[in-house]
């Protein structure tokens, strides 16, 4: 069974810096698409920096500049290290993978992980 475990998130002061992680796990053949995604109370869930197919990155605008995607293929795992942190940035964020794995049979599924809380107080 695929799982997208997440972690890192906090409480951390404006300015201030966070490191999440997200590990795929599972019979996985190759993973397409890994990246994080936020969500704040009240507002829809967002893209903030994905790695897609041939290795290239996409940011949301409002993280570019403090934010770095980077990743560890052979543990199939993504890092986010974000700096600079703001208020704007209080979120619950998720790791979504979109990747090819065997569950009964050779499939391409889209994957979320639970969600890892980051608060950034102003």
């Known amino acids: 069974q695929v799982q997208l475990v997440e972690s890192g998130g906090g409480l951390v002061q404006a300015g201030g810096s966070l490191r999440l992680s997200c590990a795929a796990s599972g019979n996985i053949l190759r993973i397409n698409v890994m990246g994080w995604y936020r969500q704040a109370p009240g507002k829809q869930r967002e893209l903030v920096a994905v790695?897609?197919?041939?290795?290239?990155?996409t940011y949301a605008d409002s993280v570019k500049g403090r934010f770095t995607i980077s990743r560890d293929d052979a543990k199939n795992t993504v890092h986010l290290q974000m700096n600079s942190l703001k208020a704007e940035d209080t979120a619950v964020y998720y790791c979504?993978?979109?990747?090819?794995?065997?569950?009964?049979?050779?499939?391409?599924?889209?994957?979320w992980g639970q969600g890892t809380q980051v608060t950034v107080s102003s």
């Open positions: 979504n993978a979109e990747l090819v794995a065997y569950q009964g049979r050779w499939s391409q599924q889209s994957y």
């Open positions: 790695f897609i197919s041939g290795g290239s990155t």
